[in-house]
């Protein structure tokens, strides 16, 4: 499979603390993105990092990317509770020109 | 209004039945996808067009069929519903602008198939 694979699966923090999710896939990339669902809705964008970038912030968000693992993380500093939702890293192989998806970190931030 | 729509959102049908679910984008992008999600497995690629004469199988494309009739819609056809394939179905849409390919989502469609 070429799809990223999230960790852990799920993670449950107080509000106000880092959230930190992983990924690693298995194909070289053109780029990684993160995606964020609130349960049952669709996927919303939220960040992407080029092959050739290392860090991106965005917000609360930082997202880390070393090729040379394999692997991707997302930090969402000072959560609160409306951050919790499904993170989803997906991957874009420039040979096909399509995203493939991760199963998806449930991050849980209670009040 | 929402830039990729989804009719309908919620559909229960009896196995055996054909059912067709339809996505429309305002967006102007070339690329629509159909994906399928079950809890647990995440994100699976069911259909994906790049543009109105081009049409591909994802990963898991047998027992569904696709139509894309303009440049804004996007169809997903189940020929003959079973009950395995009851999830959550979304539409996609992207414009591979700069070589990325990032993908605007619907709202999904919620199917359960008796």
């Known amino acids: 499979s070429q799809q990223g694979e999230e960790d852990p699966q799920a993670l449950s923090i107080q509000e106000g603390e880092n959230a930190t999710m992983n990924c690693s896939y298995k194909?070289?990339?053109?780029?990684l993105q993160w995606y964020r669902q609130n349960s049952g809705r669709g996927l919303v964008h939220l960040i992407l990092?080029?092959?050739?970038?290392r860090e991106k912030h965005s917000g609360r968000l930082r997202v880390t990317l070393d090729t040379s693992k394999k692997s991707s993380s997302l930090l969402i500093t000072a959560s609160r509770a409306a951050d919790t939702a499904s993170y989803f890293c997906?991957?874009?192989?420039?040979?096909?020109?399509?995203?493939?998806f991760g199963r998806g970190t449930q991050l849980t931030v209670w009040p | 209004d929402a830039d990729v729509t989804q009719t309908p959102r919620n559909r229960i049908t009896k196995t055996g039945k054909r059912i067709m679910l339809e996505c429309s984008q305002t967006?102007?992008?070339?690329?629509m996808y159909w994906y399928r999600q079950d809890p647990g497995l995440g994100l699976r690629l069911i259909y994906y067009?790049?543009?109105?004469?081009?049409?591909n199988k994802g990963e898991i494309s047998d027992g569904y069929s696709v139509s894309r009739q303009a440049q804004a819609k996007f169809s997903l056809s189940l020929e003959s519903a079973i009950p395995n394939q009851t999830a959550l179905y979304f539409c996609?849409?992207?414009?591979f602008g700069g070589g990325q390919e990032t993908q605007y989502f619907g709202p999904g469609t919620r199917l359960l198939v008796l």
């Open positions: 996609a849409t992207s414009d």
């Open positions: 194909t070289s990339i053109n780029n």
């Open positions: 990092i080029r092959s050739n970038e």
């Open positions: 997906a991957t874009d192989n420039s040979t096909l020109g399509r995203l493939y």
């Open positions: 967006k102007g992008h070339d690329r």
């Open positions: 067009s790049f543009d109105v004469k081009d049409i």
